[in-house]
């Protein structure tokens, strides 16, 4: 079973500044995807970045960008430029591309991001 | 125009009780989940439906139904609540053959 480990219980970062958010991912399967989910305190669950196993560029949309590495099985969210809108929980997620169609999302215990002005 | 919906946001009841949430896709997406995020925010796959058909059964005590009228609905039947049971759950869709999945707002039903 694929499991997705967030080490950090919680970060804080100053406006303007840049954070990394990190996370680790354990499967046999060569090919998946990544996704980086933000839950902000309206609870609703907003897709951050994803990034596909096969692809070896990183991820970037916007602000947000990745740093995928699949031999060492690491996902880390970088967040430039960080604004007070950033402040949420933030959750890593694993889903198998085989058998497509119904896969469920492995989700680590998530990051919460605090961010001061 | 809400793209995954679910009703109602927040729920409150007695243990003992048997209660319902229900989830509704406008996105004409073939496959349903729901998921549940505890206390300390962990979120667990509990249920997939494709097509109305159960796919993914995660081991979930027997107590939660869930049930597909069709392909744009799946609901959540809770019987004998338990305090344990306390969580937010949320529904989410996607199309078949695609990675994304679109949640629903959730349901945050406290058990008392």
């Known amino acids: 079973a694929q499991t997705v480990t967030q080490s950090q219980p919680e970060m804080s970062v100053q406006e303007a500044e840049t954070v990394t958010l990190s996370c680790t991912y354990d499967?046999?399967?060569?090919?998946?995807?990544l996704f980086w989910y933000k839950q902000p305190p309206s609870r609703q669950m907003i897709l951050v970045i994803r990034q596909e196993a096969y692809k070896q560029q990183n991820a970037t949309e916007n602000r947000f960008s990745v740093n995928f590495q699949k031999a060492a099985k690491s996902f880390s969210l970088k967040i430039s430029d960080s604004q007070l809108g950033d402040a949420a929980m933030y959750f890593c997620a694993y889903r198998s591309n085989m058998n497509t169609g119904f896969q469920k999302l492995v989700f680590g215990t998530g990051t919460r991001l605090l961010v001061s002005p | 125009d809400t793209a995954v919906s679910q009703t109602p946001k927040y729920l409150v009841t007695q243990m003992g009780n048997d209660k319902s949430i229900k989830c509704e896709q406008n996105l004409g997406h073939d496959t349903m989940y729901w998921y549940k995020q505890d206390s300390k925010k962990f979120l667990k796959i509990m249920f997939s439906?494709?097509?109305?058909?159960?796919?993914i059964n995660e081991t979930v005590p027997n107590r939660f139904s869930p049930k597909s009228p069709d392909k744009a609905h799946l609901n959540l039947h809770i019987n004998s609540l338990e305090l344990g049971d306390s969580a937010v759950y949320f529904c989410?869709?996607?199309?078949?053959?695609?990675?994304?999945?679109?949640f629903g707002p959730g349901t945050r039903l406290t058990v008392t």
């Open positions: 439906y494709n097509n109305k058909e159960l796919i």
């Open positions: 499967t046999s399967e060569s090919d998946y995807y």
């Open positions: 989410a869709s996607s199309p078949w053959d695609s990675y994304e999945q679109y």
